[in-house]
């Protein structure tokens, strides 16, 4: 089945201690991105991938880092992380950053930094 | 990218087809019309995407009007799964980052 795979889908981190969050689609897709929702605030860019070793910031990248060291794994690496970045993320992916392709989106991961 | 307005909310009933209204007024010649849902904090879903004619697909139907400036969604025969918010998003394919700019959407209950 085509999907985009997040894990973990839930996690409670304390303040400061390095985490990592992964992303892995079995579609080939080139383009790859990750979101954060906050209520009120909505979905926001954070980091996305046009292809392999080519990542850029999106709306709001402090505080995170990402790498595409191969086309199906987007990681989001929280290097320090601290209470504003409680939030529900998502990955996703396209077939391409171009053109007209449509997303596919993981399930979730829900994250608490206390 | 053009913005767009949705209602905050709105009711269907069930079995009965849903129209989801969106107005883009400053859309531009390059921009596409997409619409994507979310059922409760899952990831959101594509459902179809269009530049000038109306498009049907499985899930939905997309009429575009003329002038470009407001598009419709069409829920065939709504159903309970379909509650869900759903968002009207504008894109210009120039460019390379390949994002989506989410606003509030628009909560669709769907009501039996």
């Known amino acids: 089945e085509a999907q985009v795979t997040q894990n973990p889908r839930y996690l409670i981190t304390v303040t400061g201690k390095k985490l990592t969050v992964t992303c892995s689609q079995n579609?080939?897709?080139?383009?790859m991105s990750w979101y954060r929702q906050d209520p009120g605030l909505g979905l926001r860019q954070i980091y996305y991938?046009?292809?392999?070793?080519?990542?850029d910031k999106g709306d709001v990248p402090e505080g995170y880092k990402v790498s595409r060291k191969e086309k199906r794994n987007f990681p989001l690496i929280l290097e320090s992380p601290s209470p504003n970045q409680t939030s529900l993320y998502f990955c996703a992916s396209s077939l391409s950053g171009q053109g007209f392709y449509g997303y596919t989106f993981g399930s979730g991961t829900r994250l608490t930094v206390v | 990218d053009a913005k767009t307005t949705q209602p905050p909310s709105m009711d269907c009933a069930e079995g009965r087809a849903a129209n989801l209204p969106c107005n883009h007024s400053?859309?531009?010649?390059?921009?596409?019309v997409y619409w994507y849902r979310q059922i409760h904090s899952q990831g959101p879903q594509y459902i179809i995407h269009g530049l000038k004619n109306n498009e049907t697909n499985e899930m939905a139907s997309l009429i575009i009007t003329e002038d470009r400036k407001s598009s419709t969604l069409i829920l065939p025969h709504a159903t309970l799964r379909d509650t869900a918010v759903y968002y009207c998003?504008?894109?210009?394919?120039?460019?390379?980052?390949?994002?989506?700019?989410f606003g509030k959407g628009n909560q669709v209950v769907v009501i039996p």
């Open positions: 400053t859309i531009s010649g390059n921009e596409y």
């Open positions: 998003i504008v894109r210009s394919l120039l460019g390379g980052n390949n994002r989506l700019a």
């Open positions: 579609m080939n897709h080139e383009y």
């Open positions: 991938s046009m292809n392999v070793e080519v990542t």
